[in-house]
């Protein structure tokens, strides 16, 4: 009887070379090398002010077309950008840019303010301004002298108080 070492990162290996692999076949048979559908892409700024701004690239997209919402200090953006169907006189001859459903969700931080969240589309990138809790932003908190303290006050060679 024969021993044979196993182990799981070869069939992992084998796995990953069978996907890479079918993405090849599908991309070469002309099929979107994701089936995944259109993911835009996103940035998130804390501003100066400790808000958040999400901005996400959505071009050629309607306002219409756009659904955001916040649950549970989750931000979701969600919508379809749809491939417009050539007339009879047009062929596509190449299509690259991504088209389809997409779902982006972000946790946010639960400083967050979720009852005044904004949101504008201008020129196909989308704007969410995120604002913190004022409670939750960070403040000065100046120390004040407890009453009956003396002030310090030093002279060359020895301490003096000095009532209040």
Known sequence: ???TRWSPVSGLAALEIDR???MFDAAFRGEPLSSGGWVPPVD???TAGQDLV???DLPEMKREDIKISFENNVLTIEGERKLSAPDDREQHHRVERGYGAFRRSFT???SVDGSAIAAEYQDGVLTVRLP???ESLPRQIQIN???GDRELRATPGHLVARPE
Do not use: Q, S, Y
Request: hydrophobic share 50%; no cysteine.
């Open 145 to 147: 002298r407890a009453r």
């Open 1 to 3: 009887m024969t021993l």
């Open 108 to 110: 946010m931080p639960a």
């Open 54 to 56: 999400v901005k996400a």
């Open 20 to 22: 890479l692999n079918r």
């Open 132 to 134: 913190r809790r004022a």
């Open 44 to 46: 998130i700024i804390e």
